[in-house]
């Protein structure tokens, strides 16, 4: 039995797994870019989604909204883009936040049963935007291999989205240059 005082901390070590246990449906790692809007106060914030579901998603982000707070969520991942409005169910200051979606559209939840679909391993990921392939044929052949490679690997394992990827050889071509 350790000695050490009880914290007075609000956040118990099972608020984690009461939250799982609350969820409508299962969520999936997944990462992409996103951009909420506090309706309210129009607020932005980009943050990075970790994981997702049909019903919400968790976002790591530094800066919280409170729980409650009423969004419009715009998530970019390959060459889709999903949006809905929802509210912040649960935050963690300088870690995250847990959102849920409002009932969503019907074009806006196959967005999201694809990216689901591809997490799982059902279908294959988005081939790559055109703008990631034209910044990959502008190297030479040997680093246009490597680096064409490892973001693909990147990108398939979503690390990193089609967007990202294109910005990341973007840059790398114009260092390239100077």
């Known amino acids: 039995m ?11 070590s099972n608020a984690s797994s009461d939250v ?3 969820r409508a449906s299962e969520r999936f790692p997944f990462s992409a870019v996103t951009e909420i809007v506090d309706i309210a106060s129009a607020t932005r914030i980009t943050a990075r989604v970790s994981d997702i579901s049909l019903t919400g998603c968790y976002l790591d982000v530094i800066n919280v909204f409170s729980p409650g707070t009423k969004i419009q969520i715009n998530i970019r991942h390959g060459s889709l883009q999903f949006e809905a409005t929802g509210a912040v169910v649960y935050s963690l200051p300088g870690m995250g936040m ?4 409002n009932p969503v559209a019907p074009d806006m939840a196959s967005v ?6 591809q997490v799982r391993g059902d279908i294959a990921p988005i081939e790559a935007s055109p703008e990631l392939n ?3 044929h502008s190297y030479p052949k040997v680093e246009r291999h490597v680096i064409g490679r490892l973001i693909g690997l990147m990108m398939q394992k979503n690390m990193l989205t089609a967007y990202e990827g294109t910005e990341l050889l973007k840059e790398l071509l114009l260092n390239a240059k100077e």
């Open 98 to 101: 847990g959102i849920t979606f």
């Open 112 to 117: 999201l049963k694809r990216w689901i679909a």
């Open 134 to 136: 034209q910044a990959i």
């Open 2 to 12: 350790s000695n050490l005082p009880k914290s007075n901390s609000n956040y118990s």
């Open 20 to 22: 799982a246990e609350r």
